[in-house]
């Protein structure tokens, strides 16, 4: 039997988290966040059947009614304090006092917000809402079908959001380049030699670094506008699951951070 997208995540999650002690604490909480997003998605495939049969991209209707998620966000924010570091435990804390008005509030900005959009660092309210949302945005992604978009354009098909990590998957003798969005987790094609954030081509302002200690990712910036984006090489770990693998290797965004470089698109838990 096939595991899902949500089990493999978990799986690999808790495979790192043992591997690579630097990152065990953040690792394990993203296993646990996996684990209650991968319950929403199921909740959320009954209560968005109908939408999401009838053939229309929820990711892009700026008025969709959330307020049946109400409930369900209040339990989210129960389960977070319970699981979650002291910075976002607070921010479940005090975001699950405020009551349902909040609640409809943020998660309405939330879905709304242009896809550029980056919160603040630190916004603990705007990455509890990301967080429970992702599998809303996953579940409509999975129903539509992307529209063709040129090879050239680093922005997603279907609900227009920034690349969170880059990918390489074997083809024939070597390997083709994909992005996967930071929204709805939606994977589509992506030149080789282009810098997702400004569409910079010259090679010499494309630096590549690598660690010893991750031989199958690696940090691409760019030299023209400073951002970074990592991508994971399955041709050289096809165990590897990119939206954790991401997650996991922190001292490469402390290499890039030391030689000013910012990241594209900040991960599910704000990193």
């Not at 296993?31 to 209650?36: N, S």
């Not at 242009?114 to 429970?132: I, V």
């Not at 090879?151 to 227009?160: D, G, M, S």
Request: aromatic fraction near 8%.
């Amino acid at each position: 039997m096939k595991r899902s997208k949500w089990d493999q995540r978990i799986e690999r999650a808790e495979d790192l988290a043992e591997k690579h002690p630097f990152a065990e604490e953040v690792l394990r909480f993203y296993k646990e966040v996996a684990t209650l997003q991968k319950s929403l998605y199921s909740s959320f495939e009954k209560l968005f059947g109908e939408a999401l049969h009838a053939g229309s991209n929820l990711l892009l209707d700026p008025n969709l009614n959330l307020d049946t998620l109400l409930t369900e966000f209040g339990e989210f924010l129960s389960q977070i304090q319970s699981i979650a570091p002291d910075p976002i435990r607070a921010s479940a804390s005090d975001l699950r006092s405020q009551g349902p008005t909040r609640w409809r509030e943020l998660l309405s900005s939330t879905w709304r917000s242009s896809p550029d959009f980056q919160p603040p660092a630190g916004d603990g309210e705007a990455l509890l809402a990301t967080m429970f949302l992702q599998p809303l945005a996953e579940l409509a992604a999975d129903r539509s079908t992307p529209q063709f978009r040129s090879e050239t354009l680093a922005i997603c098909p279907l609900c227009n959001g920034r690349p969170l990590v880059g990918v390489l998957r074997p083809e024939g003798d070597g390997a083709k380049r994909s992005l996967i969005c930071s929204r709805c987790a939606t994977e589509w094609a992506f030149r080789r030699i282009v810098c997702p954030a400004c569409g910079e081509e010259t090679v010499e302002k494309l630096a590549i670094y690598t660690a010893d200690q991750f031989t199958h990712v690696r940090v691409e910036a760019c030299d023209t506008c400073r951002y970074y984006i990592k991508t994971v090489d399955l041709t050289k770990n096809g165990h590897a699951v990119p939206i954790v693998d991401e997650l996991a290797t922190i001292p490469l965004n402390l290499w890039a951070q030391e030689h000013d470089y910012v990241k594209l698109r900040p991960n599910l838990l704000g990193i």
